[in-house]
Protein backbone atom coordinates (compact mmCIF):
# COMPACT_ATOMS: atom_id res chain seq x y z
CA UNK A 1 0.00 0.00 0.00
CA UNK A 2 1.05 3.14 -0.65
CA UNK A 3 0.89 5.80 2.24
CA UNK A 4 -0.06 9.41 1.98
CA UNK A 5 0.68 11.56 5.41
CA UNK A 6 -0.87 14.88 5.11
CA UNK A 7 -0.15 17.98 7.34
CA UNK A 8 -1.39 19.68 9.56
CA UNK A 9 -3.59 17.47 10.60
CA UNK A 10 -6.14 20.71 11.14
CA UNK A 11 -5.24 24.23 10.89
CA UNK A 12 -7.24 27.20 12.16
CA UNK A 13 -7.16 30.31 10.71
CA UNK A 14 -8.35 34.14 10.10
CA UNK A 15 -9.64 35.37 7.08
CA UNK A 16 -7.56 36.85 4.46
CA UNK A 17 -4.18 34.87 6.17
CA UNK A 18 -2.30 32.37 3.56
CA UNK A 19 -1.86 28.93 4.51
CA UNK A 20 0.46 25.82 3.07
CA UNK A 21 -0.48 22.01 3.85
CA UNK A 22 1.48 19.30 2.88
CA UNK A 23 0.96 15.58 1.19
CA UNK A 24 4.30 13.30 1.37
CA UNK A 25 4.98 9.62 0.81
CA UNK A 26 8.33 7.82 0.29
CA UNK A 27 6.77 6.19 -3.03
CA UNK A 28 6.81 7.48 -6.46
CA UNK A 29 2.89 8.35 -8.02
CA UNK A 30 1.70 8.30 -11.07
CA UNK A 31 -0.38 11.08 -10.85
CA UNK A 32 -1.98 13.45 -7.26
CA UNK A 33 -5.45 14.48 -6.91
CA UNK A 34 -6.13 17.17 -4.13
CA UNK A 35 -10.33 16.96 -3.21
CA UNK A 36 -11.90 19.00 -1.03
CA UNK A 37 -14.78 17.53 1.36
CA UNK A 38 -17.54 19.24 2.89
CA UNK A 39 -19.25 17.64 6.00
CA UNK A 40 -21.78 15.44 4.73
CA UNK A 41 -20.74 15.32 1.41
CA UNK A 42 -18.46 13.57 -0.84
CA UNK A 43 -15.03 14.52 -1.79
CA UNK A 44 -15.18 17.40 -4.70
CA UNK A 45 -12.06 16.82 -7.26
CA UNK A 46 -9.71 20.82 -7.42
CA UNK A 47 -6.91 19.16 -9.80
CA UNK A 48 -5.01 16.44 -10.80
CA UNK A 49 -0.90 16.98 -10.94
CA UNK A 50 0.75 14.17 -13.07
CA UNK A 51 4.69 15.80 -14.22
CA UNK A 52 7.48 16.30 -11.26
CA UNK A 53 7.56 19.54 -10.76
CA UNK A 54 4.44 20.76 -12.19
CA UNK A 55 2.55 24.24 -10.97
CA UNK A 56 -1.32 24.60 -11.30
CA UNK A 57 -3.40 27.56 -10.19
CA UNK A 58 -6.97 27.32 -9.46
CA UNK A 59 -7.67 31.15 -8.53
CA UNK A 60 -6.49 31.37 -5.38
CA UNK A 61 -5.35 27.65 -4.64
CA UNK A 62 -1.86 26.82 -5.87
CA UNK A 63 -0.69 23.23 -6.11
CA UNK A 64 2.57 21.97 -6.82
CA UNK A 65 3.90 18.26 -7.63
CA UNK A 66 7.32 17.63 -6.14
CA UNK A 67 10.00 16.67 -8.99
CA UNK A 68 10.29 13.00 -7.65
CA UNK A 69 6.39 12.34 -8.06
CA UNK A 70 6.61 11.55 -4.06
CA UNK A 71 4.68 14.79 -2.14
CA UNK A 72 2.78 17.53 -3.05
CA UNK A 73 1.31 21.22 -1.46
CA UNK A 74 -1.41 23.22 -1.49
CA UNK A 75 -1.25 26.49 -0.86
CA UNK A 76 -4.13 29.27 -0.17
CA UNK A 77 -4.07 32.58 -0.63
CA UNK A 78 -5.97 35.50 1.31
CA UNK A 79 -8.10 32.12 2.48
CA UNK A 80 -11.65 32.64 2.63
CA UNK A 81 -14.25 31.53 5.00
CA UNK A 82 -15.81 29.42 1.85
CA UNK A 83 -12.30 27.09 1.58
CA UNK A 84 -13.43 25.47 4.63
CA UNK A 85 -13.52 22.05 4.77
CA UNK A 86 -11.18 18.99 4.44
CA UNK A 87 -8.51 18.50 2.09
CA UNK A 88 -7.17 15.24 1.16
CA UNK A 89 -4.60 14.40 -1.09
CA UNK A 90 -4.98 11.09 -3.25
CA UNK A 91 -2.44 9.25 -5.42
CA UNK A 92 -2.58 6.80 -8.34
CA UNK A 93 -1.83 3.57 -7.01
CA UNK A 94 0.45 1.02 -9.28
CA UNK A 95 -2.43 -1.09 -9.92
CA UNK A 96 -4.42 1.75 -11.50
CA UNK A 97 -7.65 1.35 -10.55
CA UNK A 98 -7.61 2.76 -6.82
CA UNK A 99 -6.79 6.14 -5.30
CA UNK A 100 -4.70 5.92 -2.13
CA UNK A 101 -6.19 8.96 0.14
CA UNK A 102 -4.40 10.64 2.86
CA UNK A 103 -6.08 11.37 5.65
CA UNK A 104 -6.77 14.74 5.05
CA UNK A 105 -5.96 18.44 6.47
CA UNK A 106 -9.39 19.80 8.30
CA UNK A 107 -9.09 23.74 7.23
CA UNK A 108 -11.07 26.14 9.45
CA UNK A 109 -11.10 29.82 8.21
CA UNK A 110 -13.16 32.11 10.65
CA UNK A 111 -14.21 35.72 9.69
CA UNK B 1 -25.60 15.67 -16.98
CA UNK B 2 -26.32 14.09 -13.72
CA UNK B 3 -24.01 13.41 -11.06
CA UNK B 4 -22.82 10.68 -9.36
CA UNK B 5 -26.34 9.81 -7.29
CA UNK B 6 -26.20 7.46 -3.83
CA UNK B 7 -28.79 6.41 -1.30
CA UNK B 8 -30.15 6.40 0.99
CA UNK B 9 -28.69 9.16 2.98
CA UNK B 10 -28.39 7.81 6.18
CA UNK B 11 -28.98 4.22 7.14
CA UNK B 12 -29.01 2.56 10.99
CA UNK B 13 -28.58 -1.23 11.38
CA UNK B 14 -27.28 -3.49 14.14
CA UNK B 15 -24.96 -5.75 14.83
CA UNK B 16 -24.95 -9.08 12.66
CA UNK B 17 -27.51 -7.77 9.96
CA UNK B 18 -26.65 -6.77 6.14
CA UNK B 19 -26.95 -3.71 4.09
CA UNK B 20 -27.36 -2.86 0.30
CA UNK B 21 -26.13 0.85 -0.44
CA UNK B 22 -26.88 2.07 -4.07
CA UNK B 23 -24.95 3.79 -6.57
CA UNK B 24 -25.94 5.39 -9.99
CA UNK B 25 -23.08 6.27 -12.16
CA UNK B 26 -22.19 9.98 -13.89
CA UNK B 27 -24.48 9.86 -17.34
CA UNK B 28 -21.82 8.38 -19.51
CA UNK B 29 -19.48 6.35 -17.23
CA UNK B 30 -18.96 2.65 -17.06
CA UNK B 31 -16.81 2.43 -14.01
CA UNK B 32 -17.85 2.49 -10.14
CA UNK B 33 -15.95 2.59 -7.33
CA UNK B 34 -17.04 2.25 -3.60
CA UNK B 35 -14.57 3.81 -0.65
CA UNK B 36 -14.95 3.61 3.39
CA UNK B 37 -14.92 6.93 5.30
CA UNK B 38 -14.40 6.22 8.57
CA UNK B 39 -14.73 9.38 10.71
CA UNK B 40 -11.52 11.62 10.83
CA UNK B 41 -9.55 9.26 7.97
CA UNK B 42 -9.22 9.58 4.36
CA UNK B 43 -11.70 6.60 2.08
CA UNK B 44 -10.19 3.86 1.71
CA UNK B 45 -10.62 1.56 -1.49
CA UNK B 46 -12.63 -1.10 -1.09
CA UNK B 47 -13.59 -2.21 -5.06
CA UNK B 48 -14.03 -1.05 -8.49
CA UNK B 49 -16.28 -2.71 -10.69
CA UNK B 50 -15.93 -2.45 -14.94
CA UNK B 51 -18.56 -3.51 -16.92
CA UNK B 52 -19.94 -5.39 -14.95
CA UNK B 53 -17.22 -7.07 -13.68
CA UNK B 54 -14.98 -6.30 -10.58
CA UNK B 55 -11.91 -5.39 -11.95
CA UNK B 56 -9.76 -4.74 -8.15
CA UNK B 57 -10.30 -5.03 -4.63
CA UNK B 58 -8.74 -3.64 -1.87
CA UNK B 59 -8.00 -5.06 1.82
CA UNK B 60 -11.66 -5.70 3.07
CA UNK B 61 -12.90 -9.24 3.70
CA UNK B 62 -15.58 -10.94 1.39
CA UNK B 63 -18.05 -9.93 3.22
CA UNK B 64 -17.82 -6.96 1.56
CA UNK B 65 -19.70 -7.95 -2.03
CA UNK B 66 -20.70 -5.63 -4.91
CA UNK B 67 -22.76 -5.86 -8.41
CA UNK B 68 -22.70 -3.49 -11.17
CA UNK B 69 -25.22 -3.75 -13.48
CA UNK B 70 -26.07 -2.94 -17.54
CA UNK B 71 -26.76 0.69 -16.83
CA UNK B 72 -23.44 0.97 -14.93
CA UNK B 73 -25.52 1.72 -11.63
CA UNK B 74 -23.75 -0.38 -8.81
CA UNK B 75 -24.67 -1.78 -5.17
CA UNK B 76 -22.20 -2.33 -2.04
CA UNK B 77 -23.27 -5.41 -0.27
CA UNK B 78 -22.03 -5.60 3.40
CA UNK B 79 -23.23 -9.09 5.73
CA UNK B 80 -22.80 -10.03 9.17
CA UNK B 81 -22.22 -6.03 9.98
CA UNK B 82 -19.87 -5.10 12.55
CA UNK B 83 -19.46 -2.05 14.54
CA UNK B 84 -16.35 -0.81 12.72
CA UNK B 85 -18.40 -0.90 9.65
CA UNK B 86 -19.81 2.39 10.71
CA UNK B 87 -18.63 4.93 8.28
CA UNK B 88 -19.68 6.93 5.31
CA UNK B 89 -19.48 5.00 2.39
CA UNK B 90 -18.67 6.62 -0.94
CA UNK B 91 -19.03 5.74 -4.28
CA UNK B 92 -17.13 7.11 -7.26
CA UNK B 93 -17.80 7.12 -11.21
CA UNK B 94 -15.26 7.56 -13.65
CA UNK B 95 -15.15 6.75 -17.89
CA UNK B 96 -12.69 3.99 -17.75
CA UNK B 97 -10.14 2.07 -15.64
CA UNK B 98 -6.72 3.37 -14.76
CA UNK B 99 -5.98 6.85 -13.98
CA UNK B 100 -9.29 7.90 -14.39
CA UNK B 101 -10.47 11.16 -13.04
CA UNK B 102 -13.45 9.57 -10.26
CA UNK B 103 -16.19 12.00 -9.36
CA UNK B 104 -17.86 10.97 -6.09
CA UNK B 105 -21.09 11.00 -4.64
CA UNK B 106 -22.46 12.27 -1.42
CA UNK B 107 -22.29 9.05 0.14
CA UNK B 108 -24.51 6.84 2.76
CA UNK B 109 -24.26 7.27 5.85
CA UNK B 110 -23.86 3.96 7.80
CA UNK B 111 -24.44 3.84 11.93
CA UNK B 112 -24.43 -0.20 12.98
CA UNK B 113 -25.20 -0.05 16.72
Known amino acids: TQLLEQSPQFLSIQEGENLTVYCNSSSVFSSLQWYRQEPGEGPVLLVTVVTGGEVKKLKRLTFQFGDARKDSSLHITAAQPGDTGLYLC???????????FGKGTSLLVTP | ETGVTQSPTHLIKTRGQQVTLRCSSQ?????VSWYQQALGQGPQFIFQ???????GRGNFPPRFSGLQFPNYSSELNVNALELDDSALYLCASSLGIARETQYFGPGTRLLVL
Open chain 2, 27 to 31: SGHNT
Open chain 2, 49 to 55: YYREEEN
Open chain 1, 90 to 100: AGGSNSGYALN
